[in-house]
């Protein structure tokens, strides 16, 4: 069946550091990939998604490439502030048999000033 | 403003004593999910609704049931909590173009953590 693997945490950074959250899937067909982030009793906040093939994702200076060659979608951010501390989920869908989103274990990350 | 709203954000129960936990959407969304948290893991899809019609996964224990009497509300109903229970319960809304299909990508409410004594 689908899954997604993501790098272990936590994952402790400085201030304005650069930070990549490795995640891969494997999955037949086409899914759709999405990182979530959950900040601390809180639910999920959909960060960015991408839905086919070399596709980029970004948003408040997060991103992440569709690689279909790798099966990866790893989550980049130049330069992190405190308040990127939270948890980062990647997930994926299907679109062509799926509806729930099938998540990776998550990562946490603390930054730190 | 919020599309997803939980209620209450936290519940205590006693064990054994049936809990329904609630979730209203602002967004007329056509699919609805629920999904069970532990602490320290990802998310578990427990069923959704497309519509009206009820989609459970297969490892759901028979404990949990759901009702969606119109578009905008869903409830979570726990018929006998027990201590391995005790979680964050999400809930989420999608669009569908043809059942089970997401179309759009799920937003989700700030969950509801139950604890269980």
């Known amino acids: 069946g689908d899954s997604v693997t993501q790098m272990e945490g936590p994952v402790t950074l400085s201030e304005e550091a650069f930070l990549t959250i490795n995640c891969t899937y494997t999955a037949t067909g086409y899914p759709s990939l999405f990182w979530y982030v959950q900040y601390p009793g809180e639910g999920l906040q959909l960060l960015l998604k991408a839905t086919k093939a070399d596709d980029k994702g970004s948003n408040k200076g997060f991103e992440a490439t569709y690689r279909k060659e790798t099966t990866s979608f790893h989550l980049e951010k130049g330069s992190v502030q405190v308040s990127d501390s939270a948890v980062y989920f990647c997930?994926?869908?299907?679109?062509?048999?799926?509806?729930?989103?099938?998540f990776g274990k998550g990562t946490s990350l603390l930054v730190t000033p | 403003d919020a599309m997803v709203i939980q209620n209450p954000r936290y519940q205590v129960t006693q064990f054994g004593k049936p809990v329904t936990l609630s979730c209203s959407q602002t967004l007329n969304h056509n699919v609805m999910y629920w999904y069970q948290q532990k602490s320290s893991q990802a998310p578990k899809l427990l069923f959704h609704?497309?519509?009206?019609?009820?989609?459970n996964e297969a490892d759901t224990p028979d404990n949990f049931q759901s009702r969606r009497p119109n578009t905008s509300f869903c409830f979570l109903d726990i018929r006998s909590p027990g201590l391995g229970d005790a979680a964050m319960y999400l809930c989420a809304i999608g669009e569908g173009d043809r059942p089970g299909v997401a179309s759009r990508p799920q937003h989700f409410g700030d969950g509801t953590r139950l604890s269980i004594l």
């Open positions: 997930a994926l869908t299907q679109s062509n048999s799926g509806y729930a989103l099938n």
């Open positions: 609704y497309y519509d009206k019609d009820f989609n």
